[in-house]
C-alpha cells in the first residue's frame, strides 16, 4: 500500500507499507531548491490505512499497524518517532490519497546549476581616506597599512604586530595587549 499527500507549498508526503517496513518521504520544492527527507521504520504490517493530522508547525501521522498504533512528527527539519500518543486536539486531519505503487508521483528532475565562473580580479575599493584590495591582501587608511601575505608568499613578513581582539598596534614581546588586556601568546 502506498499513500499520497498535497502538503501545500510545493510539499508532498509518500507513506508505503513495503511487508513489515514503513517507509516515509517528505519533499519540499521552491524555485531552484529540493529537499528530501527519508525514514524507514520496521512497525509490522498496517491494519488501517494512515491518517495524518497537521498541527501548528508540525505534522502527526498515526499508523495503525498488528502490533498496535505508532505516531510519527513531521518536521521542516526532521522525521521522528514518538513514545507516546500526542495531543490531537485542534488538529486538522489532511487527506492522504491511497496510489497504486505503479501511479505514484514521481518527483521532477532539477535543471543541473551552471559552473560558476571564475571571479576576475578586483579593482581596489576605496572610501574616502581608505582603500582595500584582495590580492594581495591589504588595506591602507590614513598612515595605517595592513597587508596579509598569503602562506606561498616568499616576502619578509612585516615588522608591525596588531592585537587580534581590537587592531591595536603591539610589540612582538608583549604579552599582553595594552588596549583591551586580551593575551596575545595564545
Known amino acids: 500500500m502506498k499513500f499520497f499527500a498535497d502538503l501545500g507549498n510545493g510539499g508532498t508526503l509518500t ?12 519533499t519540499t520544492q521552491s524555485a531552484g531548491q529540493q529537499q528530501s527527507q527519508q525514514m524507514s521504520l520496521a512497525l509490522g504490517k498496517w491494519s488501517a490505512s494512515p491518517t495524518l493530522y497537521k498541527l501548528p508547525g508540525y505534522l502527526i501521522l498515526q499508523i495503525d ?3 498496535g498504533q505508532a505516531f510519527v512528527r513531521l518536521q521542516s527539519h526532521g522525521i521522528s518517532m514518538l513514545t507516546e500518543m500526542p495531543s490531537l486536539m485542534n488538529a486538522q486531519m489532511i487527506p492522504l490519497r491511497n496510489m497504486p505503487i505503479a501511479t505514484a508521483p514521481t518527483i521532477p528532475d532539477m535543471e543541473p546549476m551552471k559552473p560558476m565562473e571564475p571571479m576576475k580580479p578586483m579593482e581596489p575599493l576605496r572610501m574616502g581616506d581608505m582603500e582595500m584590495r584582495m590580492e594581495p591582501m591589504e ?7 595592513l597587508r596579509m601575505e598569503s602562506s606561498t608568499s616568499s ?7 596588531f592585537c587580534s581582539q581590537c587592531g591595536t598596534q603591539v610589540q612582538e614581546s608583549d604579552r599582553f595587549c595594552s588596549n583591551c588586556g586580551h593575551n596575545l601568546k595564545n
Open 155 to 161: 616576502s619578509t613578513p612585516s615588522s608591525a604586530h
Open 15 to 26: 507513506i508505503e507499507n513495503v511487508d513489515v517496513q514503513t517507509v516515509i518521504a517528505m
Open 139 to 145: 588595506m591602507r587608511m590614513g598612515n595605517m597599512h
Open 65 to 67: 499497524t498488528q502490533r
